[in-house]
């Protein structure tokens, strides 16, 4: 079990940027590059959260996959974290560490921001639904109103209103008809002159009758000259209410006409508009069905910081919270790089010390195998030279050695020569004269074969055959 623990604080050591060879050196300093190393795998693992909420909310997949997203995620943001301790090594210099850290915080700050926002947003996931549904409400209301006013469905309210008018003529059979008005107003000016010119007949009736009874007027019974006057006024009303009755019908003749009219009509008119009505309809609910798919599938990040945002704008409480907790996650990021640059700002210690020794060993035991690989390259050339000296030596002593051999002969005196046959051909007398080291025959016999290889090339044979381009 110690044996892996030590193992496991020996990868955690690495990962933080420490060498294993300075370690064994400097055990003292294995805690500290351990701690780093833990500090790093906390960042990947809220890393590898941050990339599958992300993952997940803004697509929606699988969370095993989104979770194989967010280990990818969180061995790039290892890998970065680590590369920025690695880059910072000790100096001394404040001014140095300065330029070194302030691209490097930078970097990890950007990189928490990035690593707290689906943090945060999962933290806040129950509010922020909340408020998406509300969002979406808002969008549905504002997208519907602006299908009202819509050009293609501007004349939609005018249409309803005329389909309602419509059947309200049909189902009072044309009686609610507006533009029976007039046609209304005579008939009821015709009622209005029959029953004034009735109820006059009527007290005409009457009185004739009390003159008859002798109960009013003169107050004599009988069929006096008071009773005949009465019973006249009488009859000369009675030709009125007859003449009233005759035009109260006729009005009541035209108003029903026009009121059947009305109606059929308006029943007529009533089947293209509905039908118009029905297509608009469609279009409208065609239009606002694809808005509402759209709108419940989009809660996405873009929306979930839009909900955040205005519930922080609304809760003083959330936004705090809100902005602490995306400061804790942002302070994991960018731990590392700020315990590496406060260290950097202290005395170097003995880590800092032997990995200095370390490297500068390195470079001189460089610097020496490099020299003696020039000394060695510059003895083979030397002894490539010495060796190319002695060819030449030996060379120019064998031509020596054959023209003392050629004097020698020459001074003996010439031996008997044999007979030669008839066809031997004569030998060249200048060849007799000519020393040994004389190159000119050879040089002669060199140009001879060169001028009859060349004749035998411009030669052209017999069978060749002429081709023209």
């Given amino acids: 079990m110690a044996a892996r623990h030590r193992r496991i604080g020996d990868g955690l050591a690495v990962l933080g940027g420490g060498r294993p060879d300075v370690l064994e050196a400097a055990p003292g300093a294995r805690p500290r590059f351990v701690a780093l190393g833990g500090v790093l795998l906390s960042t990947g693992g809220l ?29 790039v943001i290892v890998n970065l974290d680590r590369m920025l301790l690695v880059g910072m090594a000790h100096d001394a210099s404040l001014k140095r560490n300065l330029v070194l850290a302030v691209p490097r915080v930078g970097l990890a700050l950007v990189l928490g921001i990035v690593i707290a926002t689906p943090l945060t947003l999962q933290v806040f996931a129950k509010e922020i639904d ?18 009202e006013s819509d050009a293609r469905f501007a004349g939609l309210p005018e249409l309803q209103e005329r389909i ?23 008939a009821s000016a015709r009622q209005e002159a029959y029953d004034a010119a009735l109820a006059t007949q009527r007290e005409l009736e009457a009185k004739a009758q009390c003159e008859l009874d002798g109960t009013c007027g003169t107050g004599e019974a009988g069929t006096g000259t008071a009773y005949q006057q009465a019973r006249a006024a009488a009859d000369a009303q009675a030709a009125v209410v007859a003449s009233a009755a005759s035009s109260l019908d006729g ?47 989009a809660g996405g990040i873009l929306m979930r910081l839009e909900a955040l945002d205005r519930l922080g704008d609304r809760n003083a409480t959330l936004a705090a919270a809100q902005f602490m907790l995306s400061l804790l996650f942002m302070s994991i990021e960018i731990l590392p790089v700020l315990m590496k640059l406060l260290l950097n700002f ?24 490099q020299g003696s690989r020039l000394s060695v390259a510059q003895a083979r050339e030397e002894l490539l030279v010495m060796a190319e000296r002695e060819r030449i030596e030996r060379q120019k ?68 055959v002429s081709t023209t381009v």
Wanted: proline share 6%; charged share 25%.
């Fill in 130 to 147: 909340t408020e998406v549904v509300s969002m979406q409400a808002e969008a549905a209301d504002a997208y519907r109103s602006s299908l």
């Fill in 346 to 369: 202290g005395p170097p210690s003995a880590y800092d010390r032997l990995a200095a020794l370390r490297d500068a060993g390195d470079v001189e035991i460089e610097e020496l195998q």
């Fill in 47 to 75: 890393a590898v959260l941050s990339a599958a909420f992300a993952v997940h909310m803004a697509l929606g997949v699988w969370w095993p996959f989104a979770l194989l997203v967010g280990l990818g995620w969180g061995l």
């Fill in 397 to 464: 002593e064998a031509v020596l050695a054959r023209r003392r051999t050629a004097v020698a002969a020459l001074a003996e005196p010439p031996a008997p020569v044999p007979e030669e046959p008839a066809d031997a051909e004569p030998e060249d007398p200048a060849a007799e004269a000519r020393h040994l080291w004389d190159t000119s025959p050879v040089l002669f016999k060199a140009r001879t074969a060169a001028a009859r290889t060349v004749r035998s090339v411009r030669r052209r044979p017999a069978n060749r």
């Fill in 164 to 186: 309602a008018t419509q059947e309200s003529i049909v189902a009072t059979g044309g009686q609610s008809d507006p533009g029976l008005v007039a046609v209304h107003g005579e």
């Fill in 251 to 297: 009005a009541v003749a035209a108003a029903s006409a026009a009121e059947a009219r009305s109606a059929e009509q308006a029943a007529a008119a009533l089947v293209g508009d509905r039908a118009e009505l029905s297509r608009l309809t469609a279009d409208q609910d065609r239009l606002q069905a694809a808005f509402d798919a759209t709108n419940e599938g």
